[in-house]
């Protein structure tokens, strides 16, 4: 029997280092709080190799004593509370005392600090939770801390951590965080020797967001201000209509601390429900003052998500506040919208791609067909047979008919724009125009991809196109996948990119949009990249969606040659996103239901 | 208020003014045509507040007044009415009576009260121009607007008055048209606008009824004072037309027009649109281009589409410059050489990733990228 015993601090900071330090982005979250909390106004952050190798923090905020430098390398030492009731009057980021002690147990850590007053500053070296010296050294007021070789006494951890790359992302969304909740503070941020941003002190939070996202997004967003006993909501929205496929720019602080808030992002969407299609996220960087005792923060490791002692009425209060705030906008005239967006339709992101029956069908027939049969143009019949014996029950129907399967349809109107009302010989058929439209594109772009003819129009301006550092990096990934499917992308520093050519159907005004859905899609949903087929049926499926453009009126040819190409697609009772293309009436359902 | 008018001058007055109508609901008045009459004239005037026309048409003015009327409607009956003599009188409730020959038509008419004003320019930035000279002009670059409703800034002309010449521009980001010409601009007087699509085609409309037009302009708005001295059924004075201009920043067109030529080749326009537009039969909505080959002194247009078939056209050229091939959206070759008037134009190209250029004599270029297939 093992003897229970109490574990020296060096392991108690190590197991509490693998809560608080998860990856080297923690550290400098960690880190750059603690200037701020000093009160810092400038702060400097340099990593290199993702934060592997190495971390610095610096800042010109007040500096500390030797004493209190060495204290605050001792676990539950902190200048931030004094007793547990302090908890409930939190004004700062850190509280607990574990953040230094933990990260000086798992790297070579570095301490130079020197007090305004004081005559020499400090420095401070432990390795791997070991002190190795305490000298004086000479420097400005302030704090410096570089952490090395991090995790070097956990190679376990090590092993866990992702690309530099993919870390360096981390570091970078995190700074721009903090950037963001403090406009007043000059921000700079070094990877590897570039700096990747650099932020004067700006007068605003829209000058911040300007700095860091870009002025075109800054353009997309609306300050917002609303106040209630005890709340306040300040930040900025974004217009009607300008959305995003993921919530990777609705950012949300409770007190100046940036969280992940199941409330407020829920607050956000619902406010939004009518102003953007669904599945679409808000634009949104807003902060919420709240009464420090009303909200727990003390919930998660990281101090990422919080709880409110009331949900409910935070909940309300957000959303009315945005409500309000949207209908001024939407009160003078639609001319407010921006232009740029008018164009997003509902967007089939939500779908999960595994979803319905038909995509196993459509996986195997590519398959079955390049097997021996010419794809081009062979006519649907001789596709079909394999289909058949690999499809479920309701495709069979459909896809066993062919292109004779629209004979004696005759055309008989539009209802309210979207639906096309034919007689046929079995009853009546009622066609969901853009749902057809979208199985026609889906399979066209699909037969481009496969035969690799998909045509490219070069344009004339090139299309900038800013993406945040994940998604760049996600995009240059698949550059070269995305420039063989017609697009024609060039990498244009970093981070940024122009679109020089886009697929010929495509308008460019579209091509952004676009591809921010895609890398959207692909950061959501599972690793394609493998997979080359099933990234090409993804591509397809979001471009088809695109690709549809309805014309108010359209006169019985069109929507003749449209029954005519659906019933010549493999799969055409339902769009690629897996809704129903056009339902069937038969002669005995309707003399039922007109009890003949 | 009382007048009385020729059917067909009422008829071509409330023509000019027709198409610009408001659509929208909460203003019902916009639908509506102003009618004024004073002197020996009644004014016509329609507003969708983005556009408005205003035209003078010679009338025996009985007793001055104002009234609106229900422009499309008004117009039909216009047209059909007996006799070439029409009576109009209002009474102060706005009801119109309208009679001609054997026939009396009861309208109900709305105040002018509530009828947007349109509104005026100075003579700051304002310029005289040959209509059927502008006429030209716009024909040769209207095409390639872009009606893409995410890039508003292209869908427009834009009209540049600056370096001693008037240049039109219009672009869809795939191709660009422009044209310039010599004219006398003083140098604190230079500037530009970009007028909206809608503006363009109405202006077409009413351009050439007379020789001379004047515009006007500031960065929010245009106006255009169009002379009328060739019509002959009624128009007096000049057509007034107001618009507003897309506000923004149009793009930098000067930087994607290449500055140097590698091939040139003459052209006969008809011969060439004949043998696109031949070639672009056998195009669908998959396979949507032609390819344009150069060899030694001949042309070849091919265009092919998977599910049809394939088309070859020849035409004998001037050239002796190396082999090469490049390819276009028919629809891009064809616009240009719709819309020139001159039997020549000159063809320039360099490998198939560069621009195609069309040129003239006349200080007319065209730009359009190329398809390729990646």
Known sequence: MPNVRILPDRVANQIAAGEVIERPAAVVKELVENALDAGATRIEVEFAHGGRSFIRVEDNGPGMARDDALLALERHATSKIAEADDLNRLATFGFRGEALPSIASVSRFTLQTRAAGAEAGTEILVNGGRFVHVRDCGRPAGTRIEVAQLFNSVPARRKFLKTDATEAAHIVTGVRLYALAFPAVAFTLIEDGRVVLRSPECADLAGRVGEIFGRQLREQLVPIAAEEPGLRLHGLIGLPGAGRATRHEMITFVNARPVDSRTLNYALIESYHEALPKGRYPLAFVFLEIDPAAVDVNVHPAKREVRFRSEASVRSFVICSVLARLREMAAPAPAAMPPATSNIQPSTLNVPPQSRVWPAALLATPKASAAGVPVVIAPPATTSPPVAVGNSSLAIVHTGRGPQATAGWRYLGLAHGEFALFETPAGLVLLDRRAAHERVWFERLQAQFRDHAVPNQRLLFAVPLELDPVAAALLLDRLDFINRHGFEIVEFGRSFFRIEGVPAWMEPGDAGPFLRDLVAAWREGPALGANPDAAREQLARLAAARAVRLPAVAGETVMQALVTELFACRAPLTSPSGRLTHIELGHGELARRFQR | ?374
């Open chain 2, 1 to 374: 208020m009382k007048f009385k008018i020729n059917r067909d001058h009422f008829s071509n007055g409330l023509a000019q003014v027709l198409n610009v109508v408001g659509s929208k609901a909460t203003m019902p008045i916009l639908s509506n045509v102003l009618i004024e009459a004073e002197k020996d004239c009644v004014t016509f005037t329609t507003t969708n507040l983005d556009l408005g026309i205003r035209a003078r048409i010679k009338a025996e003015v009985k007793e001055p007044g104002s009234v609106t009327l229900p422009v499309k409607r008004l117009a039909s009956i216009v047209r059909e009415l007996p006799n070439l003599d029409v009576a109009f009188d209002a009474s102060p409730n706005h009801h119109v009576k309208l009679s001609s020959g054997g026939s009396t038509f009861k309208i109900m008419g709305i105040g002018r009260e509530e009828f947007p004003p349109l509104p005026e320019l100075g003579d700051e930035n304002s310029f005289s121009l040959d209509q059927a000279t502008l006429t030209t002009m716009l024909q040769s670059v209207a095409y390639a607007q872009s009606s893409d409703e995410t890039r508003y800034i292209l869908n427009g002309v834009y009209f540049s008055f600056r370096d001693s010449k008037l240049t039109l521009v219009a672009t869809d980001g795939r191709r660009l048209a422009l044209i310039s010409k010599e004219m006398d601009v003083a140098a604190d007087r230079a500037g530009s606008i970009i007028l909206p699509a809608k503006t363009v085609t109405e202006l077409l409309h009413m351009l050439n009824k007379g020789t001379t037009l004047k515009i006007a302009f500031n960065e929010r708005r245009a106006t255009f004072q169009i002379a009328t001295d060739k019509d002959t059924s009624g128009l007096l004075d000049s057509i007034y037309l107001y618009s507003k201009v897309v506000e923004g920043n149009y793009p930098n067109y000067q930087q994607v027009i290449p500055k140097e030529t590698q091939q040139r080749i003459k052209l006969e326009r008809e011969l060439l649109l004949a043998c696109v537009h031949r070639a672009s039969l056998v195009c669908s909505e998959k396979a949507n281009s032609v390819r344009i080959k150069l060899t030694s002194n001949l042309l070849e247009v091919t265009a092919q589409s998977p599910d049809f078939g394939e088309a070859h056209e020849s035409m004998a050229i001037a050239y002796s410059g190396p082999e090469l091939q490049v390819a276009f959206n028919p629809a891009y070759v064809l616009d240009p050489l719709r819309a020139l008037t001159k039997d020549e134009v000159f063809f320039e190209v360099k490998d198939e990733v560069s621009p195609g250029v069309f040129k003239t004599l006349e200080n007319f270029v065209c730009v359009i990228m190329p398809v390729r297939l990646s």
